[in-house]
């Protein structure tokens, strides 16, 4: 069976353009983790995934059968179950709110209250059976609704902010209570403006991204790795982890043990009439292959950012990603993009305007972020941090998109908010050099024709 | 003055004696005003459902059209339905003048904008959550029309309580179109009429009597229901 949406486009009531995505897929028994600004239309676009709103446009394939949104209604509706954010109680005792659904489909009396007091016993509100559901406390009451859905077994269910307002308590029973619905193989959607919610509950993770003024579309959906909570086995799907041969159990977001850099040449150059940075002649080669020349013995992979002149970085044979948003937003985006691209535990960014990357960069950076068991480092030559020389964990991308779509741009702002290592380069602190200006790369053209590329004094 | 308590205290007799044509009466204003308020409570509901959860063209008039419906004058239904149901009129064939069913038909045009207004802002103020969350549970558009109109079920119990309020209360129509024939369209506001134009004051103080403690327990029983639907 597969259930997947295409073409799915909303306007708002002013006719501004809401979100528009081209695929939407919900693999069977995924659990996918949707997060986006508030009003990007995370509710909205859970309500039409549950045939509650109408769309402007969409397709839905059904067990391989396309359809329109308008002709699938009614099964969505039966197939699919929305909890609202605020779960809505029927003024009726807890077990009738959860016979609900299956009294509507005539069953037999008996047929239902057995199945009833299974799932109440499943939830372990057996209880609060008849008590008036509208008496209980918010925890209660999440818990009453998603029993009230889990008894129809749906194909897929739509949870909108299940975490939000609640205590300590409730939280943790709420959570356990969507692992063992997972358990069951029900498909899930959860929305949540949590950044750990993805790896306490989901398989995937998908941002409602604002991607222009008033447009929203689902970014590329990438793979997070479940973290092992203690005692508890990871169930499943996920792809095993590689054993790392010393005996200890490694955490599955050690998976790719890897590091990928990522090229940072998306820029626009201002202060260089706009010339593609990465491409500037420096003694009749590329800039951009000193630097992949300085990085191929430092990392497994490699990736470009880049924005113009696709054809011609492609030339040497690695990814070249365009920025996953916006225009020219600077080089977060281009960590993003990078992120997005690659599968690496960590990504070690370098500028494309430093043709004199240290050689011992990545191997520093790593240490450091080990060291200090940070989320991320920094290079720090004598002076100053050099914010674009970094590497970064993959558990950061979450909060990168967050901080991007909420409109922040400034990378030392965003570093601020992450434990952050500093890597000592003040030994050299010439190769950070970059060249922002035409002065600038005659000085640099000196220094290479001087033998002296990799370690100028 | 002594006129007045004299009436007063022989009305108190026939009410508490039970004498049969007063209580015949006063049967026929129950009987008659209940048939006309539950015959159009179903369909002013569906109305008012419609009106509240859906868009269509001249929805906005429609709402319009009822609430000014709400002030309509007991006697211009008399007098429409009057000419309605006369043996020239174009219904005449019914023979439906001078008879109860006649009176329920004039009754149920009162009251039905009061309902479809009351009702319409009651299943208006109605949680959106509980006609979304019936409906993706898989009840069919009847039947979450039904939970919704069960979750707010003390503000139409308010609408029908008011609707009753003012069939009971009204003599126009009833007088025009019944027609006040003893035990058979006589009712309480007609017999009072008649009464008084009779000089028969303790009848009509006794009628007058129960239509006030009518009103009284209707509008207890309205203030409890609206406190009621405001509590949750």
Known sequence: MGLAFHRIRKHTTRGDKLFDIDEFDIPEGACIILSGQNGAGKTTLLKILAGLEAPDNAEITFDGQRRTWKAARTRLRREVVYLHQQPYMFDHSVADNVAYGLSRQALPKTHIKERVARALAWSGLSHLAQRNARELSGGEQQRVALTRARVLSPRLLLLDEPLANMDISAREQTIQLIRRLKEDGTSTIITSHEPHISRLLGDQHRHLCKTGPCRYTIIKPFLFQRSVEQGVPPSGQTTEAPDPGNGTVMTPQDNDNTVTAVILAGGMARRMDGVDKGLIQLNGRPMIEYIIEALKPQVDHIVINANRNLEQYRRYGYPVVKDIMGDYFGPLVGMASGLQACSSERILTVPCDSPFVPPRLAEKLHAALLEQDAELSVANDSERMQPVFAMLRRQLLPSLLAYLDAGGRKIDTWYAEHKTALADFSDSPDTFININTPEDKTFVEGIISAGNRTQPT | ?232
């Not at chain 2, 009597?209 to 639907?229: C, E, R, T």
Request: charged content about 10%.
């Open chain 2, 1 to 232: 003055m002594s006129q007045l308590l004299d009436s007063t205290r022989e009305a108190f007799t026939l009410l508490v004696t039970g004498d049969p044509a007063l209580w015949t009466i006063i049967s026929i204003s129950f009987s008659v005003s209940l048939r006309a308020v539950l015959i159009s409570a179903p369909p002013a509901f569906l109305l008012a459902f419609l009106l509240a959860n859906t868009r269509f063209r001249g929805r906005r008039v429609l709402i319009s059209t009822f609430n000014t419906l709400l002030a309509l004058p007991a006697v211009v239904v008399g007098l429409t339905v009057y000419m309605l149901l006369s043996r020239n009129g174009p219904l005449g064939d019914l023979r439906l003048l001078f008879t109860q069913t006649g009176m329920v038909i004039g009754q149920i045009i009162l009251c039905f904008p009061l309902l479809v207004a009351i009702s319409h802002s009651a299943l208006q103020a109605a949680d959106r959550r509980a006609w979304e969350t019936a409906v993706t549970l898989g009840a069919r558009p009847w039947q979450a029309m039904l939970t919704v109109m069960y979750e707010v079920r003390y503000g139409l119990l308010a609408a029908l309580i008011a609707a009753f309020g003012r069939v009971i209360a009204e003599v126009g129509a009833s007088m025009m179109i019944g027609g006040n024939i003893l035990d058979y369209t006589r009712n309480i506001t007609t017999a009072i009429a008649l009464e008084t134009s009779k000089g028969a004051f303790a009848q009509g103080i006794a009628l007058g009597f129960i239509l006030l403690l009518a009103a009284l327990l209707l509008n207890i029983s309205l203030s409890v229901m609206q406190g009621k639907g405001a509590m949750r």
